[in-house]
């Protein structure tokens, strides 16, 4: 209670993504592009997905869950973004940032989980295909997702009382464009190391460990698809997991550079665009993806359209 008690800063100042006005409209218009390209990908991803019954499978159960938190955590953070780029006082308010940094962690956090569940499920699908239907069950998929949500709030819950929970007694300038916990560590004025020790504790043994059932189970799938006689037979296997690889290195890709890198001068500005990758670039790539080599999407949404053709010709 010590440290609630000493916080006198109500409010941060975000200091933005640029203070150079000449890139601030062309920044804009590109970060609102990607913005909306994610909405709609996202959006259309998770209706499509609810809509056509072939694509009522296990798989695509996570995948409709995936795009959620893809939009739901580009959403925590791009419109204040976006806002901000036209503002005179980037403000953003002690409560607001705490909720902010709460729910970014959550849909980030789901993310992450989302990806260990879908690795999982592809595992059970190619090494164990004559038990997936038992194994990987509807009842067994929402009992999955449960866990992933309630893992992620719980976590999150965990991860933004430690931050905030310390003193903030000033300066309160956040060098970023959202509320980040790097920056936010950096502005207590009290002694943060239990803080630290006990969101790395969370971070390390629930992101290694999602780590650790994705690289097992795409090890355990690689050598299941190595073992297949037929050079027919190993692309068709390679493409039923290409899609959800390439989001699980994009994502883990991006998450890791800005946490491990070595301190420079340029990191500020290194994290921020690397920040942009992870916040709007990755929501919005992550549908393209799946629709774009994902053969059963693309015959999903080109007999949707069909059908919609149809229907406006009867009409």
């Known amino acids: 209670m010590e440290g609630r008690n000493q916080t006198s800063v109500t409010e941060f100042i975000l200091v933005g993504f640029t203070n150079n006005l000449s890139l601030q409209v062309p920044l804009f218009v590109l970060f609102l592009l990607f913005y909306a390209l994610s909405l709609i990908g996202n959006i259309s991803m998770v209706a499509l997905i609810a809509i056509e019954l072939r694509l009522h499978t296990p798989m695509y159960f996570f995948l409709s869950n995936l795009s959620f938190s893809d939009f739901c955590y580009s959403s925590v953070i791009a419109p204040k973004m976006l806002v901000d780029f036209f503002a005179k ?16 962690t959550v849909f980030a956090t789901i993310e992450a989980y989302m990806l260990a569940a879908m690795a999982y499920d592809r595992y059970t ?133 800005i946490y491990l890198q070595i301190p420079s001068g340029d990191s500020v500005m290194q994290n921020k665009v690397v920040s942009v990758f992870y916040t709007l670039v990755n929501p919005m790539l992550n549908p393209l993806i799946y629709s774009l080599r994902n053969q059963e999407v693309k015959e999903a949404l080109w007999k949707l359209i069909q059908r919609k053709l149809l229907i406006n010709k009867v009409c």
């Open 89 to 104: 006082k980037k403000i953003i308010s002690f409560m607001g940032c705490a909720a902010q940094s709460y729910f970014f």
């Open 125 to 257: 699908a190619i090494c164990h295909p004559l038990l997936y239907p038992v194994i990987i069950n509807s009842n067994v998929c929402s009992q999955m997702v449960v866990i992933v949500y309630t893992g992620a709030f719980l976590t999150a819950a965990v991860y933004t009382v430690c931050i905030f929970y310390t003193s903030f007694c000033g300066p309160n300038v956040i060098e970023h464009f959202y509320c980040d916990v790097i920056p936010l560590m950096k502005l207590s004025c009290s002694d943060t190391f239990v803080g630290k020790t006990v969101m790395f504790s969370v971070v390390f043994i629930m992101g290694i460990g999602c780590f650790l059932v994705t690289i097992m189970s795409y090890g355990h799938i690689i050598m299941a698809i190595l073992r297949i006689p037929s050079n027919v037979g190993r692309p068709k296997a390679f493409s039923t997991c290409g899609s959800h690889l390439t989001v699980v290195c994009l994502f883990y890709g991006t998450s890791l550079f």
